[in-house]
């Protein structure tokens, strides 16, 4: 079965109608995900876009048709943990959470549950801040990024520091399997999710990059090219490490440069030649770590 | 203890809110130019595309009009027309 089948051909276990926004890439995550992991799920997901969206469910009723836990942004990881322990190892234990409950507020559980090598799936959908509240600028948002806490003026110019690298990050507590995902590389993305599943003796982190038409200021169609502009300039590089294997997956010979990712939303409208270039550097020498990585030069 | 546990399905009245009525333009589909590559499910975020008898058709019961699968299909079959023209 080919991944178009498979995406056709499965049950979409998530609510037809929920409240994202028209062209959110994380509903087509989401939706994506689960037809892949299937029926014998529990799903935990934090306070964020996909719980805002209504996939937790309101008043008694539920958003997907597996069990849902919302859990606090600081304890997701901990409830997987828990979850697993009480149902073992036939069931499929996963969290969906933005960046700003991984990488900012859930990341000492997530932490300690990487380095226990728990058998759970850790996903997280990268949208660059904590959109569902308003676009606040979290670790995991691009230098010069206009958020409504950098907000942009005669003194501000976006947010100052780099963009924290959390797929590497994890990479270091050497789980089992960890991948970075995105929606535009489908085949790819349907691949490495069934990988995810079929791992069965240690922590498994995807990382999903999920461009947000809302607050980046963007047309929703766009969304898919934005999330392929990002792989082709290497913001985002698509790599796996499997049980310590690093591996390229669609490997960038030929990078764009970084500008035109930057000239497509309104986000990056303001960012001087100056600010693009510190992100270029930025971008190439993390390119080079994972190239080190991988070991090709 | 570790037993054959298989998680019971939600309830089928799920959750769900009427997002065709944001709808402003709503994708159509000519088929004279389709051919049948499915990059539009794959794309879709509401999973609005469905294969049935070999043909890839729209279901707009959910199709919030976002314009993704207008955008990435690659013979520009899909057409963005404003709701209540055709």
Redesign the interface.
């Known amino acids: 079965m080919n991944y178009i089948e498979l995406l056709d051909k499965k049950p979409d276990l998530v609510t037809p109608g929920t409240s994202a926004c028209q062209g959110c890439p994380a509903e087509l995550s989401l939706r994506a995900t689960l037809k892949v992991l299937g029926e014998n799920t529990i799903m935990c997901i934090p306070p964020g876009c996909m719980a805002g969206a209504g996939c937790v469910g309101w008043n008694f009723d539920s958003g997907l048709k597996v069990p849902v836990h919302i859990t606090l942004l600081d304890n997701t990881a901990a409830v997987l943990t828990g979850i697993n322990e009480a149902h073992g190892r036939d069931v499929t234990v996963a969290a969906f959470a933005g960046d700003g409950a991984t990488s900012d507020c859930g990341f000492q559980s997530l932490s300690a549950t990487a380095e226990r090598g728990e058998n759970v799936i850790y996903i997280c959908y990268d949208n660059e801040g904590y959109m569902n509240t308003g676009f606040q600028r979290s670790g995991s948002t691009t230098k010069g990024s206009m958020t409504s806490t950098t907000p942009v003026g005669e003194v501000g110019k976006g947010k100052e520091q780099q963009k924290k690298d959390l797929p590497l990050i994890m990479a270091m507590h050497n789980p089992a399997y960890l991948a970075t995902l995105s929606p535009s590389h489908m085949s790819d993305f349907v691949k490495k999710m069934e990988k995810a599943k079929s791992i069965k003796d240690g922590f498994v982190y995807l990382h999903i990059f999920s461009p947000c038409p809302t607050g980046w200021g963007f047309d929703g169609a766009k969304s898919i090219e934005v999330a392929r502009k990002a792989v082709e300039t290497n913001i985002f590089p698509l790599y796996e490490v499997d049980h310590g294997e690093y591996k390229l997956t669609v490997p960038n010979k030929n990078p764009k440069p970084v500008s035109e990712l930057f000239g497509m939303m309104k986000k990056f409208r303001h960012v001087s030649e100056q600010g693009i270039q510190d992100v270029q550097n930025y971008v190439d020498k993390k390119y080079k770590t994972l190239q080190a990585l991988v070991g090709q030069e | ?20 009525s ?1 709808r402003t333009y709503k994708p159509v589909m000519d088929k004279d130019i389709c051919v049948e590559c ?1 990059i539009c ?7 609005s595309i ?2 049935e008898n070999e043909k890839y058709i729209i279901d707009l ?2 199709c ?5 699968c ?3 299909c690659p013979k520009k079959a899909i057409d ?1 027309v404003t709701e209540g023209d055709k």
């Not at chain 2, 203890?1 to 998680?7: E, G, N, Q």
Request: include cysteine.
């Open positions: 203890m570790a037993r054959d546990f298989i998680t019971p399905k939600g309830d089928e009245g799920i959750y769900q809110i009427d997002t065709a944001w499915g499910l794959t794309y879709c975020p509401v999973n469905h294969k019961s959910y919030k009009g976002c314009g993704i207008a955008n990435e963005m």
